[in-house]
């Protein structure tokens, strides 16, 4: 009796909340992965159950290899990016500046702004226009005298464009997770290097990085989730085209466009997928760690 | 612990959106709630009218109908975003939850056929016999809007696809005499401009570049063939239209770089930076309006237009109308609204000010001026084509895949590819 009465308050408590994910997240993703296997590609047909037939027939449209290699592209340049730059950051940090707080404020302050938002500026910023009609960084280009470009209308290199303003949201918030990295080191780990000879950058290769190696996997983990789904940041700067064509915005098209909700639901399940190809090793490995300490 | 506030915060944010998705305009507040046991009864009307211009149309033809229906309030539901993307997806979800608005807003003719294929829609026929639509509307109009001899939805306006904008100056220094009455003269008209080192044609994001290729095929095809095109059974991989696309590739060869959207493109044949445009006419507002909403150009000086190269004659149309969901909570009222759209009173009291032209035949020709009385006269006169972009030609999974076609086409140039794919379009979705 006693017993329960320690953990039923506790459950009643996360009750609500276990039931809403049950529902809403699993039972919907349970259910999407339903309707991926169905052939139901208009809005009235019932849909038969058809197996993976959807997720093959993708792969024969000129549209899907695009998106995918877009994201991959994203992916790279947006997790590279953030990767060195917030670690660049919390590097300078480390080594102690004055005003160390507002710098920290102010170069984690672009995530609390919305990719929309985000976006909508960077769109200005990122405009192709060359020569006397370039605006954004085109003008600034040209008066500093650096060569024009195309930004995320270049056929080859777009994504990767599309990547900066990204990197310029996300930055500062790896940059705090390292900064934390960084200050977990205790100093006389560090010191004990420096009495046995290595130098300063001997200190950070072989003491300080191998110790961040926890705080690198979460952040590629977190980099990494946010760049497969991208949606919102690609739509506020160009809306739905191909030219800058991911699967979240070809999902958006496929349900909302062409009314194929089997494609849509498709789709989906690729990024899911995806994801969990970043995150469930992660799971797994964080587990076991937790166990073995 | 931390995921069941985010679950509450979830559920208020949640709640917050859903009131303000209902909210509509902010002069919302003060009515009676829906379904309340208020004496006046409230007729939700759903458009994406809310920019300059569209916006001041509704309120012209809601005050008509609050004078006509004393009984009724009028709920504006519309939600915000060019050519109504953002209000489709809510209209979609609110059909699938069947809690349909009274009456919405949706371009006639096929991708209207969406929502009937679905049984979203009642059809209007016993309210065009009562009001005698038929004869007030031109009957080639009738004929692409109906689907199976029934049809459901009022038009309000008509907008013209196939205009060719351009700048009489860079013209002139280009040493082209007037508009380009073919695609072969509009060819060569494009070359001297570039001669001269201006953009020979503004080109906007990907759309816009459908929106060229549909007067492109008009004006290559011809406005039967092009008609024809629509058709059960057409013939997407014939030789004309290999000609037609090849013609296409050539003038998209003339483009300058892509632009956000149509306005900053048509902005560039307004500032003199660009020769020529193929835009709808809701460019002529653009470009004539005063400076808030528009660039405050001279017409005829500043900015001049003609029908599209090779398309004189023919209307390539586009209407935005409004239906009679199945379910609506307030019919009766819905059918006022309807009444009042399709009333000369009505149309003449929107178009105007949203800057197109009735779909009636016996408007009051003195309000149209300009652009407009030449709009005008060609609707009376000229012959029909329906427009894809815009919805009249092709239902939404169609022009879904003629808008991916495009845009791979323009990274890919390959025209034996555009076509296969639209053919393929064609096949997949001809009603």
Not at chain 2, 38 to 43: F, G, L, M, P
Not at chain 2, 231 to 257: C, H, M
Request: net charge negative.
């Amino acid at each position: 009796m006693s017993r329960v009465r320690t953990w039923l308050p506790g459950l009643l408590l996360v009750a609500p909340s276990i039931v809403a994910i049950g529902v809403f997240v699993y039972g919907m993703l349970g259910w999407n992965f339903r309707l991926a296997m169905t052939d139901k590609h208009d809005e009235v047909s019932e849909g038969r159950f058809v197996g993976l037939e959807n997720f093959i027939s993708l792969w024969d449209q000129p549209r899907w290899h695009i998106s995918v290699n877009h994201a991959i592209m994203f992916t790279i340049a947006f997790v590279l990016g953030a990767l060195v730059l917030g670690w660049f950051l919390a590097f300078l940090m480390e080594k102690g500046i004055r005003g160390e707080g507002t710098f920290r404020a102010i170069y984690l302050f672009p995530m609390a702004v919305s990719f929309v938002a985000t976006g909508i500026v960077w769109r200005w910023l990122m405009n192709s226009g060359m020569e006397e009609r370039a605006v954004g960084f085109n003008r600034l280009f040209d008066a500093i005298g650096l060569p024009q470009w195309q930004w995320f209308r270049d056929p080859d290199w777009g994504m990767a464009a599309m990547a900066l303003p990204a990197i310029w949201q996300m930055s500062g918030y790896v940059m705090a997770l390292f900064l934390a990295g960084f200050r977990g080191v205790p100093e006389e780990l560090r010191e004990a290097a420096r009495v046995d000879g290595c130098t300063e950058w001997g200190v950070y290769r072989h003491v300080v990085l191998p110790l961040l190696r926890p705080v690198t996997l979460s952040a590629l983990i977190i980099l990494g989730h946010i760049s497969l789904k991208v949606f919102d940041l690609i739509v506020a700067v160009s809306g739905k085209q191909i030219i800058t064509d991911v699967p979240a915005v070809f999902m958006w098209v496929a349900v909302f466009d062409s009314h194929d909700p089997a494609k849509g639901a498709t789709i989906a399940s690729y990024i899911v997928l995806s994801v969990a190809v970043f995150v469930i090793p992660y799971l797994i490995w964080s587990v076991r760690r937790e166990r073995r300490s | 612990m931390r995921s069941r506030w985010t679950a509450a915060a979830a559920a208020v944010m949640a709640g917050v959106l859903s009131l303000s998705a209902c909210g509509g305009g902010g002069d919302q507040a003060a009515q009676p709630s829906p379904g309340g046991g208020d004496a006046k009864k409230q007729v939700e009307v759903f458009s994406w009218w809310t920019g300059p211009g569209e916006a001041d149309g509704l309120q012209a033809m809601r005050k008509i109908f609050e004078q006509q229906n004393p009984s009724y309030t009028f709920f504006d539901a519309a939600v915000a975003g060019g050519s109504g993307d953002k209000a489709k997806a809510l209209l979609q979800s609110k059909l699938q939850a069947d809690t349909p608005p009274d009456t919405f807003q949706g371009h006639a003719g096929a991708e209207l056929q969406g929502y009937i294929k679905a049984g979203d829609l009642e059809e209007l026929n016993s309210l065009y016999d009562e009001l005698k639509l038929k004869d007030v509307f031109p009957p080639q109009l009738i004929e692409q809007i109906s689907v199976q001899g029934k049809i459901y939805s009022v038009p309000v306006n008509i907008h013209r696809s196939n205009v060719l904008w351009f700048n009489p100056a860079v013209l002139e220094e280009a040493g082209v005499a007037g508009a380009p009455k073919t695609l072969e003269e509009f060819v060569a008209a494009l070359e001297k401009v570039k001669a001269k080192g201006k953009i020979p044609l503004s080109v906007g994001s990907e759309w816009t570049v459908t929106h060229l290729l549909e007067s492109v095929l008009l004006g290559s095809l011809g406005t039967d063939a092009y008609n024809a095109l629509f058709k059960p059974g057409a013939d997407w991989n014939s030789p004309q239209v290999t000609r037609a696309l090849e013609q296409f590739k050539t003038i998209l060869s003339y483009a300058g770089d892509p632009q956000d959207d149509w306005q900053p493109a048509a902005k560039q044949v307004a500032d003199g930076e660009a020769a020529f445009n193929i835009m709808g006419d809701w460019a002529y507002g653009y470009f004539h309006n005063p400076p808030e909403g528009g660039l405050g150009k001279q017409s005829k000086t500043d900015f001049d237009w003609a029908p599209a190269p090779g398309t004189e004659g023919t209307y390539l149309w586009l209407s935005d109308s409004f239906t009679l969901p199945k379910g609506a909570k307030n019919r009766d009222g819905a059918l006022a609204w309807l009444k009042v759209a399709a009333s000369k009173e009505g149309q003449d009291a929107f178009n105007p000010k949203k800057g197109s032209i009735p779909a009636r035949k016996d408007a009051d020709q003195s309000l149209y001026t300009d652009y407009l009385a030449d709009a005008l006269k060609d609707w009376s006169g000229d012959k029909l084509a329906g427009s894809i972009q815009h919805g009249v030609a092709v239902n939404q999974p169609w022009l879904a895949a003629v808008n991916e076609a495009v845009g791979l086409f323009m990274g890919t140039k390959d025209v034996p590819a555009l076509q296969k794919a639209l053919a393929e379009a064609a096949q997949a979705n001809a009603q």
